[in-house]
């Protein structure tokens, strides 16, 4: 894995990054491109100013990168549902249940509780473990992809050979490649130096 730094001078026109005309992932013909954006963090014209980048692919390796989900969202989801399940009647037996009206349905919510956490926890160890297991298929940045857990609050995007994440404190966007070949050249076409 390599990391490409991208300063960016100004939030509200930012660079226009250039790949090579090959799969950013395996060095392949490009075939198609799939894009990443990232959020600058301020507006222009009421619209939030976005950082768009259209990695080259090749048909195949698009292809592993939409069924993604299935090393990801899937295991995150049937990992927890099944063990949120398997906590969720032991909860039930020791939750202590209510004794008028209004705490009836004590139990039973407190139940659901125990189980959305311990689906929550045990989703994502699956996840962890799945997603290991997938780097010699997908590569290592799919390690490096946060959990389905925090994947909503991470601004950063990845894609299958390049992820890109913006830096706001240093206004930096942090460029990580898988292959070493299309580091190099993206930072030639983008004469971005060498650190
Ligand atoms: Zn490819």
């Known amino acids: 894995m ?4 991208v300063k960016i001078n100004d939030k509200k026109n930012p660079p226009l990054l250039k790949f090579a005309n090959r799969c950013v992932n395996c060095g392949k013909t490009k075939e198609t491109s799939l894009g990443i954006s990232l959020n600058m963090g301020v507006e222009k014209k009421g619209g939030a100013v976005l950082l768009k980048l259209d990695a080259p692919m090749c048909n195949l390796c698009a292809n592993k ?10 295991p995150f989801l049937i990992g927890g549902f099944i063990f949120g399940m398997m906590a969720f009647l032991p909860a039930w037996a020791i939750a202590p249940e209510g004794t008028t009206p209004q705490t009836y349905g004590f139990g039973f919510a407190f139940a659901g509780f125990v189980s959305l956490i311990v689906g929550i926890i045990s989703g994502s160890v699956i996840e962890f473990l ?27 995007d990845q894609l299958i050979g390049v992820s890109a994440k913006f830096l706001k404190d240093e206004n930096i966007v942090r460029v990580t490649f898988e292959n070493e070949e299309s580091a190099r050249e993206f930072r030639q076409l983008n004469s971005l130096e060498t650190k």
């Open 2 to 5: 390599i990391t490409v730094d």
């Open 65 to 74: 990168e939409r069924g993604i989900a299935k090393v990801t969202l899937i």
């Open 130 to 156: 799945v997603k290991t297991l997938a780097i010699p298929f997908y590569g290592k940045l799919i390690a490096k992809r946060p959990l389905t857990i925090f994947s909503l609050l991470t601004e950063s």
